[in-house]
C-alpha cells in the first residue's frame, strides 16, 4: 500500500491505454472514493455516469477534442443544479465535484489505473447523448484505463508558499 504522499506526487494524467477492460470492482472503488470527498453543507451536488460501452465511449471521443486515445471507461462527472442552489451559491458546487474528481484520480493510481481529467467536451452533446435531465449538469469527463505510458513528472513551482503573509 502506497502512502498518500507517493499517491499524490505519481499520479499523472494518462492519455494512453491498453486495450484491456477495467473490472467492475475497480470501477466501483473509484466511485465510492467520489462519494466521499467533502461537500459544502453536506449537499454532494454530484452525480457520477459510468460509461463502459465501446460505442458510446467512441461518440463521447468525437464530442471530446481532449480525448486523445480511446479509453476503456469514461465517468461523466456531473452537477445536480437543484442541489447546487439549495447552497444559495451554486458555484459552490464546482469544488464539490472538483474534490470528488480528485479522489478518483488518486484511487485510481492507487488500484494501477491511468486517467485523465478532460474538460473539453461539448456539454450540451453529452446531456442529450446519456438521456440527462436538464437539470443534471456535465462539468468534467475522467477518463480511465490500464495506461500504455508512463508520463515523468513536471517541474513543480516552490516560490509559491509562504507563511503569515506574502512575500
Known amino acids: 500500500m502506497s502512502s498518500i504522499f507517493d499517491v499524490i506526487k505519481k499520479r499523472r494524467s494518462i492519455r494512453r491505454f491498453q486495450r484491456k477492460t477495467v473490472e467492475d470492482e475497480k470501477i466501483r472503488q473509484i466511485l465510492n472514493a467520489a462519494i466521499w470527498a467533502p461537500s459544502a453543507g453536506n449537499l454532494q451536488p454530484w452525480v457520477f455516469i459510468a460509461v463502459r460501452e465501446q460505442k458510446s465511449i467512441e461518440k463521447i471521443k468525437v464530442m471530446s477534442p481532449g480525448i486523445f486515445d480511446i479509453p476503456a471507461a469514461i465517468i461523466v462527472v456531473c452537477r445536480d443544479m437543484k442541489i447546487a442552489e439549495k447552497a444559495g451559491n451554486p458555484e459552490l458546487s464546482i469544488f464539490d ?3 470528488a474528481s480528485q479522489n478518483m484520480l488518486l484511487m485510481a493510481y492507487e488500484l494501477g489505473l491511468g486517467s485523465c481529467p478532460v474538460k473539453s467536451f461539448n456539454q450540451k452533446a ?16 475522467v477518463t480511465l484505463g490500464y495506461p500504455a505510458e508512463e508520463p515523468s513528472p513536471r517541474e513543480r513551482r516552490d516560490e509559491v508558499i509562504f507563511f503569515e503573509k506574502y512575500g
Request: charged letters at 15%; proline letters at 11%; zero cysteines.
Open 97 to 99: 465535484i472538483a474534490m
Open 126 to 141: 453529452i446531456q442529450v447523448l446519456l438521456d440527462l435531465p436538464e437539470h443534471i449538469a456535465p462539468e468534467l469527463l
